[in-house]
């Protein structure tokens, strides 16, 4: 008999030496919630783990929650080689190194005799960590450098996929992806819970609550299910500080992030015949507000409120990697992924972030406007 999905991820799990979570470039709150959850339970199960996202940025609305271990930038010491000599015949006197360029060489000098090629070998050891545990993840590629440079070790070592988006590739050899979850931290607690229920503690459901508030507004969004609520209040009922993450994600804002929505609502535009709502944010509006990308986390939700009668709601700011990105937010029956879709859209259907690839903001602006225009209407013929 073929084994569950769940049944196949306590298997590997259990199998599993030394685990590495890794997140995709530009990961949310929720997913760094969600990580940390895992990360704790692991090490509860005496799982040594590391966790990888590419520039180790954890968004700043998170800096209340104490993480169970540092976000590293890249996979250290991924791999050991060895380098083998036959010293039968001819004994090691001198060893050296040194680096041409971006060459490493090493050089072996003989105390009598010398050494053939078929003398020397040259072994790669196994990678260090044996699992991937993706989260929030919809394709390998959006591991940006990670993927690049450690290519091998990601077509050689299994991946257990954990996700909730609909694009989700199913690239892993597991894949924990849930549609009908409002986050990653909600399949996280739900599969973790099926080991054993008391793997739980306060600390751990308050991640995981942090984690599905985020993605939901504090339970707002039109995907919130009677389940949701139920594991809500399960997380609540062990603990979890519901009343400290709503204040650290909704109602403690820096000045910092105050300027840049002033910015953005003083910059509002709004097209009525088609419901949208949009602004937009240039590197100098960040470099003088004091402010960096994480601040965008939540304007959505004030564009939305300005503009209630709105059913999309975009905010396009100039990328640091040089072009448009833009974050979109669609009200049934729109689906903000389908909406961003030429723009590798990767979300939810409630929100979603896209890729322009136009280093001019206001060009990038027309072309994403026209679409939406222009989408709407067919879909509203």
Known sequence: MAYTSHEQFFTMLERSKRPVILLSHGANADDFASAFGVCALLQKLDKPVEIVSPGANIPKSLSFIKAPSAVRGDIQNIRKLTLRVNAKQAKVDELSYNMEGEELHIHLLPKSGNWNLEDVKVDAHSYKHDLIISIGAAELETFGPLFENY??????????????????????????????????????????????????????????????????????????????????GDLITKGARRDEIVEKLYKTRSVETLRLWGRALA?????????????????????????DESALENIIEELMMSAPEAQ??????????????????????????????????????????????????????????????????????
Request: charged share 25%; glycine share 6%; net charge neutral.
């Open 151 to 232: 290519g091998d070790f990601f077509h050689q070592t299994p991946i257990i996929n954990i996700d909730h988006n609909s694009a989700n590739e199913h690239f892993g050899q597991v894949n924990l992806v849930d549609m009908s979850a409002v986050s990653c931290s909600e399949i996280c607690y739900d599969t973790f819970m099926r080991i054993d229920e008391g793997l739980v503690d306060e600390e751990i459901a308050t991640l995981f609550l942090t984690g599905m508030i985020y993605k939901t507004r504090s339970f707002r969004t039109e995907n919130v299910s009677p389940r949701t609520l139920k594991i809500a």
């Open 267 to 291: 910059r509002l535009k709004s097209d009525n015949q088609h419901n949208i709502v949009w602004t937009l944010l240039t590197k100098q509006d960040f470099t003088n507000s004091g402010s």
């Open 312 to 381: 999309v709601a975009c905010v396009l700011y100039e990328h640091p990697e040089g072009y448009t990105a833009s974050i979109m937010h669609a009200r049934r029956p729109y689906d903000a992924l389908m909406l961003g879709a030429p723009f590798r859209a990767a979300g939810t259907r409630e929100e979603s972030k896209l890729q322009i690839r136009q280093k001019d903001i206001v060009k990038a602006e027309k072309q994403l406007i026209t679409h939406l225009r222009t989408t709407i209407k067919g879909l509203t013929a």
